[in-house]
């Protein structure tokens, strides 16, 4: 990715916010033809590990990683589009888990990132952790435990934790960890904000992950209303079935605009934008909000076929359903928008919609379990 230069704001945003397009274009081959030869879905989802490797190779599982750790140097706004364009092909890997959560908070607690795959989650102060993503799976689970007025960050080799295997509503892995209390005691001590920073990137990275599932949605719904012949012509001649198609565009365009802006911020200030809570809030209510329209939507648009094992939609609109509560339901950010702008006040809520910033009063974002 070449070395990172100092954040520049402009009015809170980067100077550049789209990713390197060189990136870009190898990730789109990549995911291409991931998806042109993959096998026919299951039930039940598990590890890619041919296709880990080969991100692995390309350094994209350390994509932000900095150089001097050994990863790629790249932003989120490099992030964000791995993560969406591996969520449009169903790709069933810890991205998010190994690299823009787990491995950023072994960065920030100085800690090292080798040894293998890795998974991320909040322990409760028993040390159980619900709803893990990838944890059996995993070499090592980074736990971000919350030690009494301390946050600490522990790296601890799965095989010190007990694992019950669940799976989440999309088949993926989603289990329950239980830590040995001295594995977590032991972790280091890292700055309040990486520990406010945590929900805020998950909840960033499954917007990520979200929207660029329901684009490439919208696609499969366009080429199906194409083909798809019903009374002598192409169902999306049929005027309700154009307003659905429309629909299901609008939203997940709403949805791309506001986790591009979030990230854009995000890039531009290293996440030391005082209206990021703000920006990740908006993301994940427009993103939760569109996720219903578009998953009822495209089901209605394909009928039944988009329901069978051997078609794509159903890899796409289940990980959809289940991602959208992560880090936060969506009755939960759309509740701290509207304390944010309350806290704002009719004076100062044309600032908070513009920059983020409200009063110094304003809603204060406690963070809690990523289930």
Not at 16 to 45: K, M, Q
Not at 290 to 303: K, P
Not at 308 to 325: D, G, N, Q, Y
Request: proline fraction near 4%; aromatic fraction near 6%; glycine fraction near 8%.
């Amino acid at each position: 990715m070449g070395s990172q230069q100092e954040p520049r704001e402009l009015h809170g945003l980067a100077a550049s916010t789209t990713p390197d397009p060189d990136l870009v274009a190898v990730l789109e081959d990549l995911f291409t033809d991931y998806r042109a030869n993959r096998a026919t879905a299951t039930a039940v989802v598990d590890l890619d590990r041919d296709l880990w490797q080969r991100l692995e190779e390309l350094g994209l599982t350390r994509l932000t990683g900095s150089e001097a750790a050994g990863g790629s140097g790249g932003s989120w706004l490099e992030a964000a589009a791995l993560l969406g364009l591996a969520a449009a092909s169903a790709a069933p890997v810890p991205l998010a888990e190994h690299d823009v959560l787990g491995g950023w908070l072994l960065e920030a607690a100085g800690l090292s990132n080798e040894g293998g795959l890795r998974t991320v989650c909040r322990p409760d102060p028993s040390g159980v952790a619900l709803n893990v993503t990838w944890a059996r799976d995993a070499d090592r689970i980074v736990a971000l435990w919350e030690d009494r007025d301390q946050w600490r960050v522990a790296d601890v080799p799965v095989e010190r934790v007990a694992i019950e295997e669940r799976r989440n509503l999309a088949g993926e892995p989603s289990d329950t960890v239980e830590f040995d209390l001295d594995d977590l005691e032991a972790g280091s001590v890292v700055a309040h904000e990486i520990g406010e920073q945590f929900h805020l990137r998950g909840a960033l990275a499954r917007c990520a992950q979200v929207t660029g599932a329901m684009e490439r949605v919208v696609e499969v719904v366009l080429t199906h209303v194409r083909e798809r012949q019903q009374f002598g012509r192409p169902i999306g001649r049929f005027q309700a079935v154009q307003h659905l198609v429309a629909d299901l565009a609008c939203e997940t365009a709403l949805a791309r605009a506001a986790t591009d802006a979030a990230v854009a911020r995000a890039a531009a200030s290293d996440w030391r934008d005082p209206g990021m809570l703000f920006a990740v809030g908006v993301a994940k209510s427009c993103v939760g909000h569109a996720a219903s329209v578009v998953v009822r939507g495209s089901h209605q648009a394909l009928g039944a076929i988009g329901t069978t094992l051997e078609h794509e939609l159903h890899t796409l609109t289940k990980p959809i359903l289940a991602r959208r509560s992560e880090y936060g339901s969506l009755q939960d950010w759309d509740e701290t928008l509207t304390a944010l702008a309350s806290s704002a006040g009719h004076d100062r809520l044309w600032s908070l919609i513009t920059t983020g910033r409200a009063k110094p009063s304003s809603a204060r974002f406690h963070p809690y379990d990523g289930a």
